[in-house]
Structure formats: structure tokens, C-alpha cells
């Protein structure tokens, strides 16, 4: 029996979305939703290991999802959802890590990085990649589309959902990653991967102040305005090659290799072309936080539609392994 495609990803509410989340997960999301069944989470357990205010994930939970409708997602087309409506989920977590050996765990880079950048070493950061794999096996999901960072993530979920069918028989779908080739990793205003923990990001729906200071902060050589510049290697072009038409770019990039073309100008067409991209969808997003009614009810529905997939993976998977 063929399965057919179903995409699911996870985004964490740990701060405001920005340009490296949109073009590296966000925009393929949105797109994926026309072209299979599409589930999309809003990953509120997972930002407990960054985020300790309960008002402030409460709000972040919001934003998120007010942003990915604001962005285009079709609540009619794709499930939107809490993490936390499915709490059962903690279950085939454990499932999992009862068939899972801390070798496999230890060598996640995800892990290694948020404590070498002095993230605290707590039980449910390194628990982490167990309970994404539960929410990945748990939807059935066969293609997992994310940045690049998250790939290992999705290698291990392959081997936890491995390891349990080779303990039990086969259980789990073994997912794949997707990860997006335009925009594996998309640079900030500093040059390194963008991140809202590296205070690098330009946030999709900052106001304009805000967004013309991070946009005017993004950091250059010293080139001076006549000489001709390698636009491969600014993050101005970087950036604005993502968002403009290739048309656009490449005329960018010509203006960059013939000199005479100064950062200061281009981070100004960068500025105008992030404001013609994402100004309407501020907008939308400005409308949906005004309305959290509205919004809890499309992570309700959601919520029912996941459930019940979720809820016959895990009674699988307890029957597989003699706990029903
Ligand atoms: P952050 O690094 O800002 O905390 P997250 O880890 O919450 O971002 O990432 C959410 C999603 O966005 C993931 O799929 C991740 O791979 C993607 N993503 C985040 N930053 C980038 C980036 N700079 N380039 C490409 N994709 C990114
Ligand atoms: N770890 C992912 C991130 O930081 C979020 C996430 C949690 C996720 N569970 C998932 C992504 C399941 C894909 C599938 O971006």
C-alpha cells in the first residue's frame, strides 16, 4: 500500500519569526501545502528549553501562528496546530527513548552548540531530538521539510523510528528530510547564520524603525563606493537575491561588479524590496493578533484533525510493545 505524501514541520515559538526562518522553513511550507497533505505545529514544548515566562510563550505562540496565516497558510488546505493539544505525544517519546542508545543523542550538533553558546545543559534540552522524532513519527509524515540545521535531527529520527521496528516489527513510516536549496542557510546582519539567539535576525514584521535599523546595521567591508564588489560575498545581495525577482538580482549584481555602486544604496533597495515583500502580509499579521479568538480556533480545528492520526500511531506502537 502506497502512503500518500504528507509533509509535516515544526516551528518553535522561542521568538519573533525572521528572514532566515521564512526563506529557510516558513516559505516551503506555505508552498508544500498545495502539493500533498500538509501538517504544521507550532512546537511549544520544545521552546520550554529556551523560553521560562508563561506569558511571553503564550504571546509567542500566538505570533507564530499569526504569522504563518498572515503568510499564506490555508487552515481549509493545511492543519495548523499546539504542539501541546496532542500531549500524549510524551508517551511515544518515551517509547522511543526506552530503544535508544545516548550515543546517538551525544553526537546531535544541535545539542553541542546551544551549550557551547552557554544554553544550560538541562535533561530536556538533550531529550530534545527524542521528542521531534516522537512528532514526526506520531503525524506518519513522510517528508519533513526544515533548514539545514535541523537535517541531523531528522537522520536520528530515522534511526529511533529504526531501532523500535527492528525491536517490534514495523511501526513507523521513516520520514526524509527536505530541506529548502535556495536557502539552506541564510546569512544576518553579522555574516553568520541568521538566528534570534545570535542578535543578528531581521524579524519578518519588524516595525519600520526596526527594520531599517537592522537592515541599515548589516555589517561590510570597507570598500569604497567606486570599486567593484564580489556580490557573491555581501550579505546585502544575499538577502535581497532571496527576496527580489532573479531579474532584480541579477541586476544588482551587476551594478555591485561594474563599481560605483555603494553598500549604502543597496541596503536601501534591500530595505524597499523587504517593505514591498512583506508590507502586506504585516498587515494581515497585524489584523490576525488583533483577533486571538480567531486564532484559538484554528489551533483547535487543527488540533481535532492531527489528534486522531496521532492518537493510531501511539495505540500502535503500545501495542507493539506490550503496554496495551
Ligand atoms: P533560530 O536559529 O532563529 O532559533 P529556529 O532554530 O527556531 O531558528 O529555526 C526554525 C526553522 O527555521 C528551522 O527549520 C530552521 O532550520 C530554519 N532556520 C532558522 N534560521 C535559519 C537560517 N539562518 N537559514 C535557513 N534556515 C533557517
Ligand atoms: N527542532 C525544530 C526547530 O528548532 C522544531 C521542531 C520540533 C520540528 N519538532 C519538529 C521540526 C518536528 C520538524 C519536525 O526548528
Redesign the pocket.
Known amino acids: 500500500m502506497t502512503q500518500p505524501i504528507r509533509f509535516l514541520?515544526g516551528?518553535?515559538p522561542?521568538?519573533r519569526l525572521?528572514l532566515?526562518?521564512y526563506?529557510?522553513?516558513i516559505a516551503q511550507h506555505i508552498a508544500l501545502q498545495s502539493e500533498g497533505e500538509a501538517l504544521y505545529f507550532i512546537a511549544n514544548y520544545h521552546a520550554l528549553t529556551t523560553v521560562n515566562d508563561a506569558t511571553q510563550l503564550r504571546e509567542l505562540t500566538r505570533d507564530v501562528a499569526a504569522t504563518y496565516l498572515a503568510l499564506g497558510l490555508d487552515p481549509q488546505r493545511a492543519t495548523l496546530f499546539r504542539q501541546s493539544d496532542i500531549p500524549e505525544l510524551h508517551e511515544l517519546a518515551w517509547l522511543l527513548a526506552t530503544v535508544t542508545g545516548m550515543g546517538l543523542l551525544e553526537r546531535a550538533h544541535a545539542y553541542k552548540d546551544k551549550v557551547a553558546r552557554g544554553v544550560p545543559a538541562k535533561v530536556g534540552l538533550f531529550y530534545y531530538p527524542v521528542l521531534m522524532a516522537a512528532d514526526i513519527l506520531a503525524y506518519r509524515s513522510n517528508i519533513v521539510p526544515?533548514?539545514?540545521?535541523?537535517a541531523q535531527h531528522v537522520e536520528m529520527t530515522r534511526d529511533m523510528a529504526g531501532y523500535f521496528n527492528h525491536a517490534y516489527g514495523e511501526t513507523f513510516v521513516l520520514p526524509e528530510a527536505r530541506v529548502s536549496e535556495a536557502?539552506?542557510?541564510?546569512p544576518?546582519t553579522d555574516g553568520q547564520?541568521?538566528?534570534?539567539?545570535y542578535g543578528n535576525?531581521i524579524e519578518l514584521f519588524a516595525d519600520d524603525g526596526a527594520l531599517k535599523k537592522a537592515v541599515m546595521g548589516i555589517v561590510t567591508d570597507s570598500a569604497p563606493v567606486d570599486a567593484p564588489k564580489d556580490p557573491t560575498k555581501n550579505v546585502i545581495f544575499q538577502l535581497y537575491a532571496l527576496a527580489a525577482s532573479p531579474a532584480e538580482a541579477a541586476a544588482m549584481a551587476e551594478a555591485f561588479r561594474a563599481g560605483g555602486y555603494g553598500y549604502g544604496e543597496a541596503k536601501k533597495a534591500l530595505l524597499a524590496k523587504l517593505k514591498e515583500r512583506f508590507g502586506p502580509a504585516r498587515d494581515r499579521y497585524r489584523e490576525w493578533l488583533k483577533r486571538p479568538d480567531d486564532l484559538e480556533d484554528v489551533l483547535r480545528a487543527g488540533a481535532t484533525r492531527a489528534r486522531q492520526v496521532a492518537l493510531a500511531t501511539i495505540d500502535a506502537a503500545r501495542r507493539a510493545c506490550g503496554i496495551a
Open positions: 514541520s516551528i518553535q522561542s521568538g525572521h532566515g526562518n526563506f529557510g522553513a526544515v533548514g539545514a540545521d535541523q536557502a539552506s542557510v541564510v544576518g547564520k541568521m538566528s534570534k539567539s535576525a
